[in-house]
């Protein structure tokens, strides 16, 4: 890779690369703004060591919100192997994707409306490291995790037959692609009304909602321990 390239590669995947990534913990999350710019962890973390070589630059990496969300992201990746992260990332950059890629990511954790979105994006982001996930399959989920309302997302954890969903909620989902849609047999429902003693006059359709493959993938592995 030539001096200019890795000059201007994306931060991001350097630093899933870091093996600061390992001293990452939760209690840094419960730090004050001050202590957690202050820290000499992050500061060995290439997307966050970028913010601690200027002012301007600092003022705009270090946003607090900004930050917990990154924080969020890599404490996922903490317990991965060093080398199985270089690994993937090493693939990544033989496809001469990590640019783009990395771009689009940080891009997408900055514009995230809520910090647990993160989370979740993280671990998906360990599932695909480790191979358990597809990266276009990642790719897809994070586009609908930035679109989406947390709320709703939450109420899929373990939930894979969309028990106590309201059917607004699953209009919702199923708009942002996590579920699919589709019209009841009218004419199934007359008979069974009929068989058990109605007439099956007052039978109307009715919207039937199902975890599709990317919103099972998205339960499987988007609320792992």
């Known amino acids: 890779m030539s001096d200019k ?7 991001i995947f350097k630093s899933v690369k870091s093996e600061a990534l390992t001293e990452l913990t939760p209690e840094l999350l419960e730090s004050g703004l001050d202590l957690i710019t202050e820290s000499d962890v992050l500061k060995d973390i290439p997307v966050f060591g970028i913010g601690f070589k200027g002012y301007s630059l600092y003022k705009k990496i270090t946003e607090s919100f900004f930050t917990k969300k990154l924080l969020k992201f890599l404490i996922e990746l903490n317990e991965i192997p060093l080398s199985d992260r270089e690994n993937f990332i090493n693939e990544l950059e033989s496809k001469n994707e990590t640019n783009k890629a990395g771009e689009k990511l940080l891009i997408t954790l900055n514009r995230l409306n809520d910090d647990e979105k993160a989370t979740i994006i993280g671990k998906l982001f360990k599932k695909t490291i480790i191979g358990k996930l597809e990266y276009k ?25 969309l028990g106590y969903i309201s059917d607004d909620i699953k209009s ?10 589709s019209i009841s047999d009218v004419k199934r429902q007359k008979q069974f009304q009929i068989r058990v003693g109605g007439n099956g006059d007052d039978v109307q359709p009715k919207l039937i909602y199902k975890i599709n493959d990317i919103g099972s993938k998205f339960i499987e592995f988007g609320f792992d321990k």
């Open 5 to 11: 390239k890795e000059k201007n590669q994306i931060d």
């Open 137 to 161: 399959d990642f790719n897809r989920l994070t586009y609908i995790i930035d679109n989406a309302y947390i709320e709703d997302l939450k109420l899929l954890e373990n939930n894979y037959h």
């Open 172 to 181: 919702n989902l199923h708009q942002i692609g996590l579920i699919k849609q």
